[in-house]
């Protein structure tokens, strides 16, 4: 069955500081990858997609993701982190040609001043 | 702005009562997604539709029914509502029927409170 695993449910950085939130998949066939941010009181906003190509993808607000297919993840990066990047961050995969996105359960982001 | 809207934002109500949401797609987008948001259950599943047809269904309760109407807006109606229902629900649209290459863009939400 398919599923996305994020394993840290909170994490906290310091602004300027780097930062890498994971995300595992498991699906059988290639994955479609999504990150989104979560804002309080917001909805959730696309930060960035795989689909095919380059394994390392650019999205907006400085954020970039690296597909890793021998380790099922798609781990999201940002090298300087700023306060207004506080925010829950969910990982999901679409399973080909179902309706299926599956999310994970997020990964909630708090930064230092 | 992810182009999605949903209206009401915020919703209070009693329980045993009914309540529709409604949402409007991006513009060019066919495929309407519910999804409930809750703290310990985190974001489900609710029901998807495109154009017009209902595709799938996840999470959805016998007490909540969806559609799909000519202009592509969508309503949700929750009724016989109990406490567990308070969440924040969520539409999604996209431009396909299936996740292909085919991003999901969210709506703000509506924020229903149960009491």
């Known amino acids: 069955a398919q599923s996305v695993t994020q394993p840290d449910i909170h994490i906290t950085v310091s602004e300027g500081a780097s930062l890498e939130l994971r995300c595992n998949y498991s699906?059988?066939?290639?994955?479609?990858l999504f990150w989104y941010v979560q804002s309080p009181g917001q909805g959730l906003q696309l930060l960035l997609k795989?689909?095919?190509?380059?394994?390392l993808v650019q999205g907006i607000k400085g954020f970039e993701a690296e597909f890793k297919r021998s380790q099922s993840s798609f781990n999201l990066r940002k090298p300087s982190v700023h306060w207004s990047d506080a925010a829950e961050y969910f990982c999901?995969?679409?399973?080909?040609?179902?309706?299926?996105?599956?999310f994970g359960t997020g990964t909630r982001l708090k930064v230092l001043a | 702005d992810s182009g999605v809207t949903q209206t009401p934002k915020h919703l209070i109500t009693a329980t045993g009562q009914r309540v529709t949401l409604r949402c409007s797609p991006r513009?060019?987008?066919?495929?309407v997604y519910w999804y409930q948001q809750s703290l310990d259950q985190g974001l489900q599943f609710l029901i998807q539709?495109?154009?017009?047809?209902?595709?799938a269904k996840g999470n959805i309760l016998e007490r909540f029914s969806a559609q799909q109407f000519p202009d592509l807006h969508s309503e949700l109606n929750l009724s016989s509502l109990e406490l567990g229902d308070s969440a924040l629900y969520f539409c999604?649209?996209?431009?396909?029927?299936?996740?292909?290459?085919?991003?999901?863009?969210f709506g703000n939400g509506t924020r229903l409170t149960v009491t």
């Open positions: 699906y059988g066939a290639t994955p479609y």
């Open positions: 999604a649209s996209s431009v396909a029927s299936g996740t292909y290459n085919s991003p999901l863009h």
């Open positions: 999901a995969v679409g399973a080909g040609g179902t309706y299926k996105y599956i």
């Open positions: 795989y689909f095919s190509g380059d394994t």
């Open positions: 513009s060019g987008d066919l495929s």
């Open positions: 539709y495109y154009n017009g047809e209902e595709r």
